[in-house]
């Protein structure tokens, strides 16, 4: 079945410092989507990004389906980036319809 | 924009029990889906549906029941709940091919 696997599972870091997260994965893809969620809340869409890099402000998304790998850099990151963050994929082929989600990178940004 | 909502937010069960949860959208989207978050394990795909009437199982489906009556509501039943069992089920719904929108989640604990 698809795997999907994410990196770090967890970490920390100073606010101003900028945090890189990776979500690799063994098949191929329609779309990859990368997602927040805040400690008992639910999960807020970051990305849509089936291939190529897209920014939003201190985020930025790069997915580069040629490697299976989808990246999201946090730059200068702040207490309230504290979180999980977790990566989607739609496997093409008979897997349409059907995201299988990693197990999330938990963020703590301390002051 | 358009809203999920999920009822009940909290539910707390017995073993044994029957228990179903709700999920209205307002989006007009054609796909909806049930997942299951246990901690440490990401989410997982329980069932989704493309259309009204339409049931797909997912990977986790054992143990479970669906309904979509309607374009707009998604509900899930456990058929028989577990003792100790503490997940938390998020419904989502999306337009085939883009990004997923989430409920706020229901809290099971079985008692």
């Known amino acids: 079945g698809q795997q999907v696997q994410q990196s770090p599972a967890s970490l920390v870091l100073q606010e101003g410092e900028n945090a890189e997260l990776q979500c690799n994965f063994s098949t191929s893809l329609n779309s990859m989507q990368w997602f927040y969620q805040r400690p008992g809340g639910s999960l807020v869409s970051l990305f849509y990004n089936p291939s190529g890099t897209k920014h939003s402000g201190r985020l930025t998304s790069t997915t580069v389906i040629k490697e299976r790998r989808s990246s999201l850099h946090i730059s200068s990151s702040q207490t309230t980036d504290s979180g999980t963050y977790l990566c989607?994929?739609?496997?093409?082929?008979?897997?349409?319809?059907?995201?299988?989600f990693g197990k999330g990178t938990l963020l703590t940004v301390t002051p | 924009g358009g809203i999920i909502t999920q009822t009940p937010k909290f539910l707390i069960g017995q073993e044994g029990q029957k228990l179903t949860l709700k999920c209205q959208q307002n989006?007009?989207?054609?796909?909806m889906y049930w997942y299951r978050q246990d901690s440490g394990k990401g989410l997982r795909l329980i069932y989704y549906s493309i259309t009204e009437n339409d049931l797909q199982k997912g990977d986790l489906s054992e143990g479970y029941d669906a309904s979509r009556e309607k374009k707009s509501s998604f509900s899930l039943t456990v058929t028989s709940a577990q003792k100790n069992e503490m997940a938390v089920f998020l419904c989502?719904?999306?337009?085939?091919?883009?990004?997923?929108?989430f409920g706020a989640g229901t809290r099971l604990s079985v008692l």
């Open positions: 989502a719904s999306s337009i085939k091919g883009n990004t997923l929108y």
């Open positions: 989006f007009n989207h054609d796909t």
């Open positions: 989607a994929l739609e496997g093409s082929g008979g897997s349409n319809y059907k995201l299988t």
